[in-house]
């Protein structure tokens, strides 16, 4: 069983960059959720995505966008970056939305100067 | 709103046991995760409520009133690498009445020898 994978694993941007983060879901799972989580933070949703469509956004603004592909994995893309977008961006994928257990990635961490 | 209470650090002995309290307020519930989260990686998959009752899994079981709107992880037998962050995490609704996971901040335990 092939496990969530993202990548890059480390990541450093400048102001007003553009970004994009690539997560492959585990093996089987057709939904996808991005999270973004601060030092000593829990993890804050962006969005999800289900079948290639989003399906649920949290209260991000409009330049973190994503997409899902027909196989699946999924991008997380942020336009216009801030200082504070620096953190750890979680994916985790599950069987469904009527599987609630979401198995996770290792993250990328991104880091704005 | 929505909101999930934890504390922040707990400490504990190596070889005691340990209670992390959850407690929250959610539109919708569809079942109470916790998650393990070591610095610097990845949350991993503890376990899963959604009925009353405790769930017993080795030496990590998990606690949940619906009505009180409470759960609890209980660590047995405590081990140093037991030290990590623990998450609270529920599973609700948005305000499009789509399923989404709310996350407390984390639970910092700190096992000593």
């Known amino acids: 069983e092939t496990g969530v994978t993202q990548s890059p694993t480390h990541l450093i941007k400048t102001r007003g960059q553009q970004v994009t983060l690539r997560c492959s879901s585990q093996?089987?799972?057709?939904?996808v959720s991005w999270y973004q989580q601060a030092l000593g933070q829990g993890p804050q949703f962006i969005f999800q995505y289900y079948r290639e469509e989003e399906n649920g956004r949290g209260n991000f603004p409009p330049r973190f966008s994503g997409l899902q592909f027909p196989n699946y994995s999924s991008e997380l893309n942020v336009n216009a970056l801030e200082l504070d977008d620096s953190a750890l961006y979680l994916c985790a994928s599950s069987l469904g939305l009527a599987s609630e257990t979401q198995y996770f990635g290792p993250g990328t961490r991104l880091l704005v100067l | 709103g929505q909101n999930i209470d934890q504390p922040t650090e707990m400490t504990a002995t190596e070889g005691a046991i340990v209670q992390i309290n959850c407690t929250y307020q959610?539109?919708?519930?569809?079942?109470l995760f916790w998650y393990q989260q070591h610095a610097g990686e990845a949350p991993t998959f503890l376990s899963y409520n959604v009925l009353d009752g405790l769930e017993e899994k080795g030496r990590f079981s998990s606690f949940l009133s619906r009505s009180k709107g409470y759960s609890y992880l209980l660590l047995k037998e405590l081990q140093m690498k037991d030290s990590a962050s623990y998450l609270c995490?529920?599973?609700?609704?948005?305000?499009?009445?789509?399923?989404?996971?709310?996350w407390g901040l984390g639970t910092s335990l700190a096992v000593n020898p």
């Open positions: 995490a529920v599973s609700g609704h948005n305000a499009g009445n789509n399923r989404k996971l709310i």
């Open positions: 959610t539109s919708g519930f569809n079942g």
């Open positions: 093996s089987g799972h057709n939904t």
